[in-house]
C-alpha cells in the first residue's frame, strides 16, 4: 500500500512540475519560429550554421551509419554537403557563392576525398540558371549543361 502512495505521489509531483514549466512558456524556441519558413530568408535564418546528419541502421539497431550529412554556413547557405556508405565517405560537395548569394561553384570529392569534378554556373537574369560548365580536376573544361524553361 505504502509503495502504491508513493509511486501516486511521484506521478502527481511531476505532473505538475511539468505543468508550471509548459504554463510559463520557458521552452526554448527551435530558432525564430516554430512554424514552417515562407520565405528563402526565413529558410536561410533557421539553417544559420546548421548541421544536418541523416542515420540509416539495419533492421533491430544493431549497425548505424552516416548516411547524408549537409552543412550550412552563417548566413544558412549550403557549404557542404556529404554522401556516405557504410564504407566511409561515397562523395563529398563544396559550394561557393557569388556576391548575390547564388551558387557560382562546386567542387565534387570522390570517395578518397580528391577533387574529381569542378562545376561553375551562369544565371539567368531572373535568378534561374542558364549554363553549368562542368571541368576536370586539371581546369580542363569537360561539358556544358544550358538549361531551358518553358510552360506547358
Not at 63 to 84: F, L, N, P, Q
Request: hydrophobic letters at 30%; charged letters at 30%.
Amino acid at each position: 500500500m505504502k509503495l502504491k502512495q508513493i509511486s501516486i505521489l511521484l506521478f502527481l509531483l511531476i505532473g505538475s512540475v511539468s505543468f508550471n514549466i509548459f504554463s510559463q512558456n520557458n521552452i526554448p524556441a527551435a530558432r525564430p519560429s516554430t512554424q514552417a519558413p515562407t520565405t528563402l530568408e526565413e529558410k536561410r535564418e533557421r539553417r544559420q550554421n546548421m548541421v544536418v546528419k541523416e542515420w540509416n541502421s539495419e533492421h533491430g539497431g544493431k549497425r548505424k551509419w552516416m548516411d547524408h550529412m549537409t552543412v550550412y554556413d552563417s548566413y544558412g547557405r549550403k557549404i557542404e554537403e556529404a554522401e556516405y556508405a557504410t564504407y566511409g565517405q561515397r562523395e563529398r560537395v563544396t559550394f561557393e557563392y557569388g556576391e548575390d548569394d547564388k551558387c557560382i561553384k562546386e567542387i565534387v570529392y570522390n570517395d578518397k576525398n580528391k577533387v574529381y569534378r569542378i562545376r561553375k554556373y551562369e544565371y539567368n537574369p531572373d535568378g534561374t540558371k542558364k549554363v553549368q560548365y562542368n571541368y576536370l580536376p586539371n581546369g580542363k573544361l569537360y561539358s556544358t549543361k544550358v538549361f531551358e524553361y518553358s510552360y506547358k
